[in-house]
């Protein structure tokens, strides 16, 4: 049997990367629940875009301005989602570096995440 001396501050290396785990995962699910709700907005402007009638020629103002207020609902959706992969990408990265042990139990969330 061989006796090996752990590495000096080695399980408090191992919590820092947990807790930084799970502040990220924090951080993925409330970036998800801003995705939700800006796909919400999204939704609803076009929504309220596709209710208004045809315009007549020269009468688009209302037109121009519901199509106006959708394209900056649907940019604030794709800002969200590109910070939602940047937190992802960190989150997958920040499970690399913890050993395989402490990342069972958390492997689940991720999962149920990366489903979203």
Do not use: K, W
Request: hydrophobic share 45%.
């Amino acid at each position: 049997m061989i006796h090996v001396a752990p590495i000096a501050g080695f399980a408090e290396h191992q919590q820092a990367d947990a807790g930084r785990y799970l502040a990220l995962l924090g951080r993925v699910e409330a970036l998800c629940r801003q995705v939700d709700s800006a796909r919400q907005t999204a939704n609803d402007s076009l929504g309220r875009l596709n209710a208004l009638p045809q315009p007549e020629v020269g009468d688009s103002s209302m037109l121009v301005a519901l199509l106006d207020i959708h394209r900056r609902d649907r940019e604030a959706l794709f800002e969200a989602m590109r910070q939602l992969e940047s937190a992802r990408e960190a989150l997958r990265a920040a499970a690399s570096t913890i050993a395989p042990s402490s990342v069972a139990p958390l492997h689940e969330d991720m999962q149920q995440l990366n489903r979203r």
